[in-house]
């Protein structure tokens, strides 16, 4: 199994809640458990232009690409851009794509990055630059890859981005279980949002994502599931509020990839955010949803995919 990660995801932030060292905390979990070798981290290549302009605007693309933001820009993205910052979001959306390749030929793509789904057509937001979910997606359709694809959005925050850049396309269903009163305060209606209240715990989360991820899965029949495996669920989350607990996070993450592989729908994962006061709350959750993937795998897909 490989992982797909990146360097360059790691960019200088300063104190900023976002902690981007995560993600080669995660890398280096996986590989002192022995879950993967240093060898099975794939490095993938940045999106070309022209894919990045199948869903943003060539303006929003030049801006980044080119360094021409503004500070209304930098504004909405909560960032403060710099050509690091630029390369790790450009380079994400093309770990996003090779996840989705390598779980259209194995049954799962493990993307140690991505699910930046606060980003729209012309414009960023909330840590967002490019929608590397929504590039993947329309990309795989026009090569024929895929027909149908289901976004399944677990993250605190509800996927404003991704569900206004799929409002119009009924071959995407985009399922969101996030915090009601949170950010962002305008939320674009996904094909089905679960908005809920501050405080909710591992119980009536579970209830609620066993009872409508299999009527979903079922009645949209995707090829190709996205699973914005978002840590700031959790219980110790600096931004948001709702209370998931480290089993609690294991339980979810099985329900979700053994509800798509007893289907035989693949998986491609994007880690999405994880604001704890500890980092490694953060690093723990992300890489459990790597380790519970990869024994779901095993389980319905055998050794070998």
Request: proline share 4%; hydrophobic share 40%.
């Given at each position: 199994m490989r992982i797909i990660f990146s360097a360059k995801y790691e960019v200088d932030l300063g104190s900023h809640v976002f902690s981007t060292r995560k993600f080669k905390g995660v890398v280096e979990s996986?590989?002192?458990?022995?879950?993967?070798?240093?060898?099975?981290v794939a490095e993938p290549s940045p999106a070309s232009r022209k894919e990045l302009i199948l869903v943003h605007t060539d303006e929003w693309v030049s801006k980044i690409l080119d360094g021409k933001t503004t500070p209304w820009d930098e504004a909405m993205l909560e960032l403060p851009y710099s050509p690091d910052l630029a390369a790790a979001h450009h380079t994400a959306v093309g770990g996003t794509i090779l996840a989705c390749r390598e779980a259209l030929q194995t049954g799962l793509g493990l993307h140690v990055?991505?699910?930046?789904?606060?980003?729209?057509?012309?414009?960023?937001?909330?840590?967002?630059?490019?929608?590397?979910?929504?590039?993947?997606?329309?990309?795989?359709?026009?090569?024929?890859k895929?027909?149908?694809?289901?976004?399944?959005?677990?993250?605190?925050?509800?996927?404003?981005?991704?569900?206004?850049?799929?409002?119009?396309?009924?071959?995407?269903?985009?399922?969101?279980?996030?915090?009601?009163?949170?950010?962002?305060?305008?939320?674009?209606?996904?094909?089905?949002?679960v908005n809920l209240p501050e405080g909710?715990?591992?119980?009536?989360?579970?209830?609620?994502?066993?009872?409508?991820?299999?009527?979903?899965?079922?009645?949209?029949?995707?090829?190709?599931?996205?699973?914005?495996?978002?840590?700031?669920?959790?219980?110790?989350?600096?931004l948001g509020g709702l209370k998931i607990t480290l089993k609690g996070f294991e339980h979810r993450d099985e329900t979700v990839f053994s509800e798509c592989f007893r289907r035989k729908i693949p998986v491609a994962v994007t880690l999405g955010g994880g604001y704890a006061a500890n980092l490694q709350d953060t690093?723990?959750?992300?890489?459990?949803?790597?380790?519970?993937?990869m024994k779901q795998h095993r389980v319905f897909w055998g050794q070998n995919g």
């Open positions: 996986l590989i002192r458990s022995g879950e993967i070798a240093a060898k099975d990055g991505g699910g930046f789904h606060h980003a729209f057509a012309g414009h960023g937001e909330g840590f967002c630059v490019f929608n590397d979910m929504a590039v993947a997606i329309v990309l795989l359709q026009r090569e024929k895929i027909r149908k694809a289901l976004v399944v959005d677990l993250d605190v925050h509800q996927g404003n981005g991704t569900a206004s850049l799929f409002a119009q396309d009924s071959s995407v269903f985009t399922f969101s279980m996030h915090q009601q009163n949170l950010y962002p305060v305008f939320k674009p209606p996904s094909s089905l949002d909710t715990g591992d119980g009536e989360y579970l209830f609620i994502l066993r009872r409508e991820l299999p009527k979903i899965l079922d009645r949209h029949r995707p090829e190709l599931v996205l699973f914005q495996a978002g840590a700031d669920p959790y219980e110790k989350d600096l690093v723990f959750i992300h890489a459990q949803t790597c380790r519970v993937g």
